[in-house]
């Protein structure tokens, strides 16, 4: 088993950046991937960005290209959301997760929620306008 769990959500203003963390920990040797997924009141979960265990390749949804940086640190066992210039649009709970599978054809990450294990309890992030 593979536990996570994240830190960093909070209340900031539209144009503000906040920094989510997410500890691994258990047995992460089978993990091809770590990644962010956030699901805002209403609507379904939906993926952000994700980074290989090697940190090699990162992966971002078009939504927060350009605003989001994914990161790792191999010591700690942590991966960090960078989220800046954040929009009200942005606010969701957002989910550290992790997945043992390469993308479609071996190719980059998966897309969907449901090829991602392990799952932590989730940080709110809240953008005010």
């Known amino acids: 088993q593979v536990q996570l769990v994240e830190s960093g959500g909070g209340l900031v203003q539209a144009g503000g950046s906040l920094r989510l963390s997410c500890a691994a920990s258990?047995?992460?040797?089978?993990?091809?991937?770590m990644g962010w997924f956030r699901q805002a009141p209403g609507k379904e979960r939906e993926f952000v960005s994700a980074?290989?265990?090697?940190?090699?390749?990162?992966y971002y949804a078009d939504s927060v290209k350009g605003r989001f940086t994914i990161s790792r640190d191999n010591a700690k066992n942590t991966v960090y959301l960078q989220m800046n210039s954040l929009k009200p649009e942005d606010t969701a709970v957002y989910y550290c997760?992790?997945?043992?599978?390469?993308?479609?054809?071996?190719?980059?990450?998966?897309?969907?929620?449901?090829?991602?294990?392990?799952w932590g309890q989730g940080t709110q992030v809240t953008v005010s306008s």
């Open positions: 997760t992790e997945t043992p599978y390469m993308g479609p054809s071996g190719v980059g990450v998966p897309r969907s929620s449901y090829e991602y294990d392990y």
């Open positions: 980074i290989t265990w090697s940190g090699a390749s990162t």
């Open positions: 258990g047995d992460t040797f089978i993990t091809y991937a």
